[in-house]
Structures are given as structure tokens and as C-alpha cells.
């Protein structure tokens, strides 16, 4: 069964320091999301891509954080610099316009610790 | 914007017994989806049950069902004859029914369920 991958699964990093996190869709799903758990919250939506588009990065903190799926494919979020207050898990999911009601699937995560 | 409130940050049930988890939700639009995702430690999140806001009847996945209240703006999730493997973060999830900016998951807070032998 097709999983969304995600690495690094772990990261700690000092702050001030640049941190990227990498994910890989599942096939032929053309809508890509980036999602934020703070510890003990439910996730916040940070970023979405329609193809290699972005079409909401309302929440993204712009100052440091960016993220970008050149070929509409892989994505990668990028942190510079990280802060204390960045530590949490962050989510990559995708979903396909076929099928109803556009399910999203999740992957493992990536777990980041900035000390 | 669309809040979701999970009221319950843990709960416990004893195997083979029953659970309800709560969920209300605070929404303008008429129609919407309604899921309950499940987190187990370490591993991804994964869909349990879905529920379009236009059908009255509540869903069902095998020992998962819904309670959906439209007009309470209620969505409990039931889990009967609970298993070990049961145990995990449980999140209530929103989406508006449109795509493109509007696709986006509103989640609550989460309710870790433990299973007790």
C-alpha cells in the first residue's frame, strides 16, 4: 500500500541553526500539505501545494520558514533560523481530487527538537 | 473559522468494553466533513471513520461508529469491544467541502485513549 514518506524522522538541532525536513507523496496525489503538532495540540496546517503551487501559507511564519514542490512532487520545508518555540512534530499529508471526500493521507512525521 | 473542541484530553476503557469520545464543533457552513483520525505512538495518522454533514444516518467502520448531532454541532466516535491496539491519540477533524484553500484539515486537541487489560 502507498505510504507517504517522510525523513528525517528525528531531528535536534540548536537554535539559530537551519533545519530541513524532506516528504514524498503518495503517486499521482497532486495536493500536498504541511501540517505543525505542538506537543499535546492537533496539528495546524502551515503550508498547502496544488502541484507545485501554493495555494495557502497563511499560518507559515514567513520570516524563517519556507517550503517549496518544484516539480509538483517532493516537498521540502525549510526552517532558518530555528527558535526554541519551533520544536514539534511536523506532518507531511496528501490527498488526490479523485475520490470522495479527498481523503488525506499522513506520514510517519518528523520529530524536531531545537535546544 | 471553523473551531473544533475536544473536551477530553484522556480517557480509559478495559478491553472487549465500550468507549464514547466527545467532539463538538463551531461552523457558519451548512455542509462539511467530519473525521476521526487515530495517532498511535510513533506511527502516522490514520483515517478511522469519516462523516459527510449532508447524511443523517451515522457511519460505521466495523467496531466504529459516530454519533453526529448536526444541530448540536456534536460528532462522538464509539468504539465497541475495545482492543489493546485500540490505544492511541484520537483527533477529531473538520474540512469544508471545498478544494483549494478550503481543503484543509481543523483539528482538536486530541484524546488519548488507554486500554486497560
New interface residues.
Partial sequence: EA??AQSPRYKITEKSQAVAFWCDPISGHA?L?W?RQIL??????LV?F?DESV??DSQLPKDRFSAERLKGVDSTLKIQPAELGDSAMY?CAS?T?RGF????Y????TRLTVT | AQT?TQSQPEMSVQEAETVTLSCTYDTSESDY?LFW?KQPP??????VI?Q?AYKQQNATENRFSVNFQKAAKSFSLKISDSQLGDAAMY?C?Y?S?Y???A???T????TRLQVML
Fill in positions: 505510504e507517504v495536493t500539505y501540517y499535546g495540540q492537533g496539528p495546524e496546517l498547502q496544488q495555494v495557502d506532518l490527498s481530487h471526500p479527498y481523503e488525506q499522513f506520514g510517519p512525521g | 473544533v466533513y483520525y510513533s506511527r502516522q495518522m490514520i483515517l469519516r459527510e483527533f477533524a474540512r467541502p478544494t483549494g484553500t481543503s484543509k484539515l483539528f482538536g486537541t486530541g
